[in-house]
């Protein structure tokens, strides 16, 4: 099984990069892609760029053309539920597009004909954050991740998503991602870690807590590889 571990920034998948034994660089379509092992098990990591379009893309691009039959994404998010703080994980049961509007029409906020409002990330995979959650002696939340080709840092803005999709945290990938691998039939898990309350004060907070939180959910999300190579699949 050939595993695509994804983030957005750098910063998401450099503290990934680095765990591997060796990897190959590739680039394609304007995007460099690091074919690597991983205690044995194969892995293609990227970082897309920021926005839903970008993710589509490289998700795209991961499992149709590096042949990915998992995906695992890793990287920051503001928060919406107050239970979350900054370093704090946070794994998507579904998620949503939290700036599709075509309400005009009748349709509900998030929604296209042919589409549907939330995607449901992998059962299995959520399960096995769990078992990772518990040996580690983490606390991590499972709730709805709302993505947005927007930096949320606005309490109006917030509590509109926060009302309207009933979100936890909100993020710029999730929910693209999330259609590209349910529409391709890959299972996929979405791991975030706080880096800011998507407030007055999300960019300064953002900047200053970036990095760190990019680790947190890179060495959780990799201990969750290391669970799956143990289980040869
Ligand atoms: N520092 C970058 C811009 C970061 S955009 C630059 O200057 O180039 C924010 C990134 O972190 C996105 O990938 C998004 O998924 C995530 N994110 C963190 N907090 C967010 C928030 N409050 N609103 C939206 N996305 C957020």
């Given at each position: 099984?050939?595993i695509?571990?994804?983030?957005?920034?750098?910063?998401?998948?450099?503290?990934i990069l680095?765990?591997l034994d060796?990897?190959k660089?590739?680039?394609?379509?304007k995007?460099?892609?690091?074919?690597?092992k991983?205690?044995?098990v194969?892995?293609?990591?990227a970082?897309s760029?920021?926005?839903?379009?970008?993710?589509?893309?490289?998700?795209?691009?991961?499992?149709?053309?590096f042949?990915?039959?998992?995906l695992?994404?890793?990287g920051?998010a503001?928060?919406i539920?107050?239970?979350?703080?900054?370093g704090?994980?946070?794994?998507?049961?579904?998620l949503?597009?939290?700036?599709?509007d075509?309400?005009?029409?009748?349709?509900?906020?998030?929604f296209?004909p042919e589409?549907s409002?939330?995607?449901?990330?992998d059962k299995?995979l959520?399960e096995?954050?769990?078992?990772?959650?518990?040996d580690?002696g983490?606390?991590?939340?499972?709730?709805?991740?709302?993505?947005?080709?927007?930096?949320i840092?606005?309490?109006?803005?917030k509590e509109?998503?926060k009302n309207t999709?009933?979100?936890?945290a909100?993020e710029?990938?999730?929910?693209?991602v999330?259609?590209?691998?349910?529409?391709?039939?890959?299972?996929?898990?979405?791991?975030?870690?706080?880096s800011?309350a998507?407030?007055m004060?999300?960019?300064?907070?953002?900047?200053?807590?970036?990095?760190s939180?990019?680790k947190?959910?890179?060495d959780?999300?990799?201990?969750m590889?290391?669970?799956?190579a143990?289980?040869?699949?």
């Amino acid at each position: 099984m050939k595993i695509a571990i994804m983030g957005a920034m750098p910063e998401e998948v450099e503290p990934i990069l680095k765990k591997l034994d060796s990897y190959k660089t590739t680039e394609f379509a304007k995007n460099r892609y690091y074919e690597g092992k991983y205690k044995g098990v194969d892995v293609v990591v990227a970082y897309s760029k920021i926005g839903k379009v970008f993710s589509a893309l490289t998700a795209t691009t991961l499992i149709e053309h590096f042949g990915c039959e998992m995906l695992l994404f890793s990287g920051v998010a503001g928060a919406i539920n107050e239970k979350l703080s900054i370093g704090d994980l946070i794994v998507a049961t579904k998620l949503s597009q939290h700036d599709l509007d075509i309400t005009i029409f009748g349709h509900p906020y998030g929604f296209v004909p042919e589409g549907s409002v939330y995607v449901e990330a992998d059962k299995n995979l959520i399960e096995l954050s769990k078992k990772v959650a518990k040996d580690l002696g983490v606390e991590v939340l499972e709730g709805i991740i709302a993505t947005g080709d927007q930096f949320i840092a606005d309490e109006e803005k917030k509590e509109f998503i926060k009302n309207t999709f009933k979100a936890d945290a909100i993020e710029m990938e999730g929910a693209s991602v999330a259609v590209v691998c349910d529409a391709l039939k890959v299972p996929f898990f979405i791991l975030r870690s706080i880096s800011d309350a998507a407030d007055m004060d999300a960019g300064f907070n953002f900047e200053e807590f970036v990095e760190s939180s990019a680790k947190i959910s890179a060495d959780f999300l990799m201990k969750m590889v290391d669970e799956l190579a143990g289980k040869n699949l």
